[in-house]
Structures are given as structure tokens and as C-alpha cells.
């Protein structure tokens, strides 16, 4: 019985063996052929001057796979290139009418608990920036130091919400908040000078001393219709 059932997996084993091969051999053979049929058609096969219909037929069909596959590959390619650029036009639009909007409302009053259209307090003042570029915030600062993705100071851009605790001493906790413009400027509610102003983080380095974390809410947040 053993000895049957060696012999069995000896058969097994030689007939998978020839298997192997014998798609071995197609592999090779079809492999050979194509490259053979493309040399000709291409005229690198100066030893061949001619070749069948059948062959050139077969040649024809592969090479209009090929084309078709590679222009589908470029229409999605390039597809995905506008959206690309069109998310990125859209974000920095609303980047632009954010910023806008903020230096429209430069020298108006600081009025504690005010959110305009005249006077405004800090949080009242982001939250009506904002708003006119279709994004709801919290009223208060400490809410809206919640909303978006945190950003340090190396890694603020313009259009980011930075946070501040200027109690007179300092406990970490947030109760002041502006708009980043860029080159190490923000726009807020100013409490000290009495209005909405800019202010340079390095000229004020008490601002800096005070800086908390940013907030990027302009791809977190959804919008709502703008005012204006």
C-alpha cells in the first residue's frame, strides 16, 4: 500500500513538473514572438523586411490597447491635476476674502462683549470675519481655540486663527484671539489700543511671549452661506 501511494506522488510530481514546463516554454514562446513582431513592424530588424498580415493584425490590436490605456491614464492624470488646482484656488480665495474683510474693518472700536458692525470685541471680531467668508465659529475665544486643526507658531499661514493668554499672569489658558496675515503680522480686536489693528509678532514680542497655538479652520470647518 505504501508502495502504491509513492509511486502515486511520483506520478503527480513528474506530471506538475511538465506542467511547469510547459507553460514555461508558452511564456517564452509568446514573449519571443511579440518582441519579434515589434522589432519588424518598427524596422529594427534589418534581417526582416516583411511581415504577415496576421502578424501586423496582432501587432495593430496590442498597440491600440496600449494607446487606449495610456490615454485613459492621462485623462484621470490630468483630471486629478484640476481638481488639485482647484481646491487649492478655492482654499486660497477664501484666504484672500478672509483677509480682506479683516483690513476692511481696520481702526473700528474694541467694545468688550461687542460683534459689530462697528465694534468689536476679539472673538466677536473673528467670529464676523469668518462668518462673511462662509465659516461659523464659537462666540467666545476659548470655544473657537477648540475648532480646527492646531498649528504652532513655525507653522502658522495666512488665514490661521492664533491664540494668546494675556492675563496679567500668565496660566496657559486662552482669553484673546487674531487673524494671521503672514510675515509675522496678525490682525485682531486690540483690548490696549482700543481697535481693530495689525501687529507685528516681532515688534511685539510681548504678543509672542503670550502666542498659545494656531487654529487652521478654513479646510476643517463647513460653511455656511456667506453674509456678503
Avoid at 13 to 41: A, G, P
Avoid at 78 to 106: G, P
Amino acid at each position: 500500500m505504501s508502495f502504491l501511494k509513492n509511486i502515486l506522488l511520483l506520478i503527480i510530481t513528474i506530471q506538475l513538473f511538465v506542467v511547469v514546463q510547459l507553460f514555461i516554454i508558452k511564456e517564452w514562446n509568446l514573449r519571443t514572438y511579440f518582441d519579434h513582431t515589434y522589432k519588424i513592424v518598427t524596422f529594427q530588424n534589418t534581417s526582416s523586411n516583411k511581415v504577415s498580415n496576421k502578424d501586423f493584425l496582432r501587432y495593430a490590436l496590442m498597440k491600440t490597447r496600449v494607446e487606449k490605456d495610456l490615454k485613459s491614464y492621462r485623462k484621470n492624470s490630468l483630471q486629478n491635476q484640476f481638481l488639485t488646482m482647484t481646491s487649492c484656488y478655492a482654499n486660497n480665495t477664501i484666504e484672500r476674502k478672509v483677509e480682506l474683510y479683516a483690513k476692511n474693518l481696520l481702526g473700528k472700536k474694541y467694545l468688550w462683549g461687542a460683534t459689530g458692525p462697528n465694534k468689536f470685541d476679539c472673538s466677536g471680531f473673528t467670529q464676523k470675519v469668518y462668518r462673511t467668508a462662509g465659516i461659523d465659529l464659537p462666540r467666545v475665544s476659548r470655544e473657537q481655540a477648540k475648532v480646527g486643526a492646531y498649528v504652532t507658531y513655525e507653522n502658522l499661514q495666512r488665514g490661521d486663527m492664533v491664540f494668546f493668554d494675556t492675563n496679567r499672569k500668565k496660566v496657559g489658558k486662552v482669553n484673546h484671539v487674531g487673524i494671521y496675515l503672514g510675515d509675522s503680522k496678525f490682525i485682531h480686536a486690540s483690548s490696549g489700543n482700543k481697535k481693530v489693528v495689525i501687529t507685528n509678532f516681532n515688534e511685539r514680542r510681548y504678543y509672542k511671549n503670550r502666542f498659545l497655538w494656531g487654529r487652521r479652520i478654513i479646510k476643517n470647518l463647513k460653511r455656511s452661506k456667506p453674509l456678503v
